[in-house]
């Protein structure tokens, strides 16, 4: 049992949360407010976990000059690769939880009860502030409920605050349905409160030594193995290294030597700061072990990627206009990626970490980015990226586009004739005057907006929100841009996904030929995932 919250308690307490996030990430994927294939906030959650802990692994347990304690510089290392790994709207506010509460605690001498809930009323504050529009019966919920605990036990007995926060967290997370309808509606609680719930759990199990009676075992792999196009290189080398330093010049330039001899590709750039700085390092090795291990001698590596190549088209190479603007575009499905990449944006694989946007940012080059997140999850990560690059001298605009189809109407009025500001609130309007809807199979059985459905029935969701529920895909699909052409529109794209029938958007072109035959329509295959189609109308 312990009395305060020491160095080696934080490694203890990432380690153990990260391993109970995992025994339960199916279960918080399938906590999902609709019933769509989609829900992946458990996944999410261990990945920026996976990142935290990743953090701490690399260090070398030295403190800077003039730095925190002990314990504060392991919980910043924890915050920071966190939000360097964040995944999803959960993600980037868990990491924003631990920022705020390692800033609170940093300079600190001893962590009692007290201290951590001033920490825990820090980590809601900072949590809040993450969110542009907070909603009650969320994550947010479920961390102030602990805060507010935590302060009502008014002890320097760490065991008995932290017991405190993680019990009325748990009691808040049963209260989520009953303070948002969408929870109450699908008959679930909150994904990302669940999570905090056994980060805090484990917090628990770290200051008490209070283990839980029957561990869940831990479950499969829900992803297949990373891999990545070969951009350049020989191929003579079979896999990408790619990480974060913080070291100085001098290492850099060691590193530099000892990665050449190792493979080629090499790149390593820094954020331009004088002293110790962050790098980004890329090389193509065979030996991973030798290219992690100099990363280890030569500073403090972080948010760590090993990738292997595989056989695909290499992309489209990122366009950078004449007055160094750029844009950053996240697409899920290949025809989508090609879309957005014979526009001149650069493209992100769907579902990225805050760390994969900077680096996606950062490697265009331009001094003025605009991001299109193309999905509701992504906009807080694209957001701590746009944070985290305008500390490196990039000024990155989001644009907080929920769809591709959206991303397709903001790309079409870029005009580099125009001051970059005025461009971003172009693509803005453009985007926003984009109306989307997105059709899929019902993964389960629920209550939604639109009545009861059952699995495989035909789900049709406008802006978001279920609004037709079918037996036929195609007879859905067709009903769906009816009802979005009854409130005007002149323009119809289709994207049909990875696993849409042949002659899906076919049908649906020729329906609305009949129909609406003053009305343009443009099809693509999309290869989008879950979605047999997405729809925008303009």
């Excluded at 509460?101 to 001498?109: E, K, N, R, S, T």
């Excluded at 790309?411 to 309007?429: K, Q, S, Y």
């Amino acid at each position: 049992m312990l009395d305060t919250l020491d160095a080696a308690a934080v490694r203890r307490w990432c380690a153990g949360g990260l391993a109970a996030v995992k025994r339960h990430q199916g279960e918080i994927d399938d906590l999902n407010v609709y019933p769509v294939p989609d829900g992946d906030t458990g996944t999410n959650l261990v990945l920026t976990l996976t990142s935290a802990q990743q953090a701490l692994a690399m260090d070398l347990g030295t403190l800077p000059e003039d730095g925190p304690t002990p314990h504060g510089h392991a919980l910043r290392l924890m915050a920071r690769g966190a939000l360097l790994g964040a995944r999803g709207n959960s993600g980037v506010i868990l990491s924003q939880i631990l920022r705020g509460f390692a800033d609170a605690v940093a300079a600190v001498p001893a962590v009692r009860g007290r201290e951590l809930a001033a920490a825990l009323r820090d980590a809601t504050t900072a949590a809040y502030a993450a969110v542009a529009q907070p909603v009650e019966g969320t994550l947010l919920s479920v961390v102030a409920a602990a805060a507010r605990a935590a302060e009502r036990a008014d002890s320097d007995d760490l065991r008995a605050v932290v017991r405190a926060a993680a019990g009325e967290a748990a009691r808040a997370l049963a209260r989520t349905p009953e303070q948002l309808p969408a929870l109450a509606r699908a008959g679930v609680v909150d994904a990302g409160g669940r999570g905090l719930c056994l980060l805090l759990d484990a917090l628990v199990e770290v200051v008490t030594g209070e283990s839980p009676e029957h561990p869940a075992p831990a479950p499969r792999a829900t992803r297949p193995p990373a891999t990545v196009v070969r951009e350049t290189g020989s191929e003579e080398y079979a896999y990408e290294v790619q990480f974060l330093l913080d070291a100085g010049p001098e290492a850099v330039a060691r590193l530099r030597a000892e990665l050449a001899a190792l493979g080629d590709s090499l790149v390593i750039v820094g954020d331009g700061g004088a002293g110790e700085g962050t790098w980004n390092v890329h090389v193509h090795v065979n030996d991973v072990g030798a290219a992690i291990e100099a990363g280890v001698v030569a500073g403090r590596p972080h948010r760590i990627s090993v990738t292997r190549f595989a056989d695909r088209a290499a992309p489209v190479p990122p366009v950078v206009a004449a007055d160094g603007r750029a844009a950053v575009v996240v697409a899920a499905g290949a025809g989508i990626a090609e879309l957005f990449a014979g526009e001149g944006a650069t493209v992100v694989p769907g579902n990225p970490s805050t760390g994969e946007l900077l680096d996606a940012i950062r490697a265009t080059g331009a001094a003025r980015v605009v991001v299109l997140p193309n999905d509701p999850d992504t906009q807080a990560v694209a957001s701590a990226a746009a944070r985290e690059a305008h500390g490196l001298g990039v000024k990155v605009s989001v644009v907080p586009t929920r769809s591709p189809v959206q991303a397709l109407a903001a790309l079409a009025v870029r005009d580099p004739a125009r001051r970059f500001e005025d461009d971003v609130i172009a693509m803005a309007e453009a985007a926003g005057a984009c109306r989307y809807a997105e059709v899929c199979y019902a993964s389960r059985e629920a209550l939604t907006v639109a009545g009861p459905c059952r699995p495989g029935d035909v789900l049709a969701l406008v802006e978001g929100e279920v609004h037709l529920i079918g037996a036929d895909l195609a007879d859905t699909c067709a009903a769906v841009v009816d009802r979005m052409l009854g409130g005007g529109g002149e323009l119809v794209t289709l994207l049909s996904g990875a696993d849409a029938p042949d002659g899906l958007a076919e049908a649906v072109r020729e329906h609305v030929g009949r129909r609406w035959p003053f009305v343009e329509v443009h099809a693509y295959p999309g290869g989008q995932p879950y979605y047999p189609l997405l729809v925008g109308v303009e």
